[in-house]
């Protein structure tokens, strides 16, 4: 689907929703796919885009960084704390800040680089014992855990259970982060991102929609 269909989709949705235009921000979500795809979608002027691992988006961001300006990373993956003095390097923002010692270890390494991305907590609302996140009841003293180490929480992010209505997840996440005094949203990925918009979003992540199917050749 082209790149223009999905921004009118997410205006419409951000209307539908009495949301102001441009409250949602886009990630193209560009993990795995060939340097064409990804060159195609710069081309069309998308700037901001969502990376799962450090060692993929070291190796492909560096050149298109230096031929587009503007552009800026998302870490969307796991992170491992033996990358993250990288990740601070390389990305703008970091979605799945989910235990304290990656918290401690990004708190640590921001004072000795001066800087940090903005960060997201990861919040498990599933409680899937396979997928990282902070469980929802620990999630509140989590967020005051981070404040307390002086990190810039933006807000929190999940990745609803497949087979489950993403919308009572969403719904959550909005209710945690609203008594934590978070005002951003990463929620929503290709198939249910008017849904998430509907019910707070303000970062959607949208991967197959625009570029397509993976590339896991």
């Known amino acids: 689907m082209p790149l223009q269909d999905i921004k009118d989709r997410i205006a419409r ?3 539908e929703a009495g949301r102001a235009p441009g409250a949602v921000t886009l990630i193209a979500v560009s993990k795995v796919q060939p340097l064409e795809r990804v ?4 081309e069309q002027g998308q700037r901001i ?12 961001w560096p050149d298109f960084k230096t031929r587009f300006d503007g552009v800026e990373l998302h870490l969307i993956g796991p992170l491992q704390t033996n990358k993250a003095r990288q990740a601070i390097g390389l990305f703008d923002a970091i979605h799945s800040v989910d235990r304290p010692k990656l918290a401690a270890t990004l708190a640590r390494l921001a004072q000795e680089e001066g800087k940090c991305p903005e960060l997201f907590i990861q919040v498990n609302t599933g409680e899937e014992p396979q997928k990282a996140g902070i469980l929802p009841a620990e999630a509140d003293a989590f967020v005051a855990e981070c404040r ?14 497949v087979e489950e209505e993403p919308s009572l997840h969403f719904a959550l996440l909005a ?31 949208v991967g197959s929609a625009i570029f397509g199917e993976r590339s896991y050749g």
Do not use: Y
């Not at 060159?39 to 710069?42: R, T």
């Not at 885009?49 to 492909?60: S, Y």
């Not at 810039?152 to 992010?157: D, N, T």
């Open 13 to 15: 949705a951000e209307q």
């Open 39 to 42: 060159e195609a979608v710069l």
């Open 49 to 60: 885009f969502g990376e799962n691992k450090v060692q993929e988006a070291a190796g492909k």
């Open 148 to 161: 307390g180490l002086d990190l810039p929480v933006k807000g929190l992010m999940c990745i609803p259970p």
């Open 175 to 205: 209710k945690i982060a609203e008594r934590n005094g978070l005002s951003g949203l990463s929620m929503g990925m290709s198939g249910d991102f008017e849904t998430a918009i509907a019910l707070g979003a303000t970062h959607v992540r």
